[in-house]
């Protein structure tokens, strides 16, 4: 079985600044999908950032970019110019390729300070 | 974009009575996805569903049934609720075929308390 591992539960940061969430996973295959997913005070989950596992260039999106490291089964969440707005509960979540099922972590609350 | 609703954001429910968590979406996916959120536990897998009429148990079925008779809809049963079930629960949808890295879509979740 896959497990995920997020061991920061609350972080903070001023607003500008740079910010990293840890995360860790544990698994057997070598094909898999990884994914962050923000969920603002409103619920509603976002898709923030996803990996393949055979992809060795780490994904960006704007402001948001991972550090994934296969070997050290790591996926960290880097976040530039933090924004008020990005204050949420952040989860990692791991998926096998040719699975549907996610596995989440424990997930981290960041806040954004003015 | 695809559009989950869930029929309730909040909900307060007895000790003992069935209760029906509902989700709908928009999109015509295959697969659909109930979760229990608590806090320092994550997300936790319910129940999927792969198509109509078709479930698999997730990581924690026990007290919990579900029902897919429409592709749009599935429905999450408390078969008799108990405290231990007050939580957060999510329901989410995703296109069909496993290769794909396409996300799981989101409801806004239904806040349930059981006293």
């Known amino acids: 079985a896959q497990t995920v591992t997020q061991s920061q539960p609350e972080m903070s940061v001023q607003e500008a600044e740079t910010v990293t969430l840890s995360c860790t996973y544990d698994?057997?295959?070598?094909?898999?999908?990884l994914f962050w997913y923000k969920q603002p005070p409103s619920r509603q989950m976002i898709l923030v950032i996803r990996?393949?596992?055979?992809?060795?260039q780490n994904a960006t999106e704007n402001r948001f970019s991972v550090n994934f490291q296969k070997a050290a089964k790591s996926f960290s969440l880097k976040i530039s110019d933090s924004q008020l707005g990005d204050t949420a509960m952040y989860f990692c979540a791991f998926r096998l390729w040719g699975g549907s099922r996610l596995t989440f972590g424990e997930g981290t609350q960041l806040t954004v300070n003015p | 974009d695809v559009k989950v609703t869930q029929s309730s954001r909040y909900l307060v429910k007895r000790t003992g009575e069935k209760v029906f968590l509902e989700c709908v979406q928009d999109?015509?996916?295959?697969?659909m996805f109930w979760y229990r959120q608590d806090p320092g536990l994550g997300l936790r897998l319910i129940y999927f569903s792969y198509d109509v009429k078709m479930k698999e148990k997730g990581d924690i079925p026990e007290g919990y049934s579900v029902s897919r008779e429409k592709k749009e809809r599935f429905s999450l049963i408390l078969e008799s609720a108990s405290t231990n079930q007050t939580s957060m629960y999510l329901c989410?949808?995703?296109?069909?075929?496993?290769?794909?890295?396409?996300?799981?879509?989101f409801g806004d979740g239904t806040r349930l308390s059981i006293l």
């Open positions: 999109m015509d996916h295959e697969n």
């Open positions: 990996q393949e596992a055979y992809k060795q």
């Open positions: 989410a949808s995703s296109i069909p075929g496993p290769y794909s890295n396409q996300p799981q879509h």
């Open positions: 698994t057997s295959e070598s094909n898999y999908y």
